[in-house]
Structures are given as C-alpha cells and as structure tokens.
C-alpha cells in the first residue's frame, strides 16, 4: 500500500464499495472464543510481544497471514456471488504458502455460515490451534497488514480486543531502511503514521490497549501484566522474558528477527540517534513531528 495508486484502490475506492453492501449484508456473527489482534507499523516489536504471549498455555498466535483483508474485501464487492464461491476462494488463500507463512493446515473440509466472516475466520484459527496440539482457548492475531485495513477488519470482529504496539518512529523507519533498503525508508515513515491513524479510528469504537515498545523491553514485567489483565489471561509462568523462541512465529530463522533467540533488552532502543543524519531527521520534523510529541517522542 506504498504507492498512490493503492492507497486510492483500498482506502477509498474499494472501502466504499464494502461499506455500501456491508449495510445490505446480514450482521457478522458472534463468536464465542475471545480473541484479540496485535496492530502496529511493523518493525515495531510485534514479533517480540507475539512470541511471549504465544508461551502462555490458553493463547495461541499463528505466524503472519495475508488473507483476512482480502477475503473481506472478496466477500462484499463479490455481493452476489454464491457463498461456496466465496468460501472456496478463502480456502484457496489460506492453503496458499505465500498468503500464509508456515500455516500449513488442512482447510479443505472447514465448517462455515454463509458468508459470515468471523464465523469462518474462528474456525479457521482453531483448525491451526487443533493441528499445533494447542489447548489455548484465546486466540490472537498480529499480522501488520492488518493494521492498514482495520475499518475493514473491526466492523467484522468488533468483539476482539485490539493492542496497539507503537514504536519510535525514527527506530521504526531505520529498522526498515535495513531490513528492506534505502528506498523504504520514507515507507517505514508513512506505515508509523498510517498506524496512528488506524489506533485513532480503534479509539474512537472500542477500548484499546496501548503499549509503547521501548517500555516493553526496558520494563518487560510491567508490560505483560498491562496485556495479560486487559485479555483477561491468567498469570503464567511460561511467560518468560528472560529468552523467547520464535519458533511458532515462522520467523526463528529470518535474519531481520534474530534477536528473539537473545534475551529481551533495550539494545535496539535509541538506535537512529547514531545511525540518522540531519537530513533524515528534518523529515520526521517537517512530517510528524506533533504525531510524535502525542506519544512522547521528542528527544
């Protein structure tokens, strides 16, 4: 969603097309199993505070999608297309190794309701939960697309509790001029501030956690209770941050995320202060800079 192009496509073209048959479409359905999605800029410490609560032994987190927004979208602009037709294009996503990293499920003989995406999307999150031999009774989700497309995703799961991790920006738009390249550092920019924008319009329609990254790794213990309590988890003692292992995450190999095999610290806190010339810096300045007073980000 880096491009005009998209961002006219999906925020507002395609938007108002799902807005308008959404207000002809029966109300999505209310599921029972609690669940919750993490939301944030990327490369904002989602992995990290995935990876914790992923140890507790009533949540599971599956490694990232790439499918919910779209088979949103699918589902309305696609107003008079069968449900089969539908669903069948929602399974074809999900078995797709590219639309979701290391899932590897089953998804062939899922139960559904018509059209009913949080009914789908429920048992589609248990059928992982299932195949992991998890007993979790929460499940969560903490895929960053997410985050641009959440007035897509809330009014389907406005039962969900919502996290929003947020980051320096500044460390943000470093972390993806390395993981990515020179060219997406103003990327890295505009997903932060795109990220602020979608917490505002959580903000507005239920209550949302806030968590900021650098207290997540400088006060780890404090934080996870802030989460556990507003999931309404219980304490648990395989919560530990003194090592986290990405393995369920799909990502303990992936060189952008080898620090999860470390204990948690605030090494990467603080990183642009070192690494970000004057000219990279009046670009935050001249762009966000009251987006970054708002959440303490002046030093």
Known sequence: MNTIYKKLKYKYFLYGIVKFFRFFSKSPSKIKNPHFFIIGSGRNGSTLLATILNAHKDVVIPP???????????????FFFSSNKWINNV??????????????????????NGKDIP???NNIFNTYRNINNSSSRVWGDKSPLNTNFIKYIYPEFSDAKYIFLIRDPRDVALSYRKYLGLDSFRF????????????DYLSKKTDILLVKYEDLVE?????????????NLSKDDSMSTSKVSADKMGVEKDSHHQNLRKPISSRSVGKWK??????????????????????????
């Open 64 to 78: 990232e999608q790439f499918v919910l927004p779209y088979a949103i979208i699918r589902r309305y602009i696609f």
């Open 91 to 112: 399974k074809s996503l999900i078995s797709n190794p590219q639309k979701t990293i290391k899932w590897d499920i089953d998804v062939s003989t899922l139960n559904s």
């Open 119 to 121: 009914f789908l999307f």
């Open 188 to 199: 890295g920019i505009w997903k932060w501030k795109d990220s602020v924008r979608s917490y």
């Open 219 to 231: 006060c780890p213990d404090n934080e996870l209770s802030k989460v556990t309590n507003f999931l």
């Open 274 to 299: 070192h690494e970000l010339s004057d000219k990279d810096l009046s670009y935050f300045t001249n762009n966000i800079k009251d987006e970054m007073k708002r959440f303490g980000y002046t030093d």
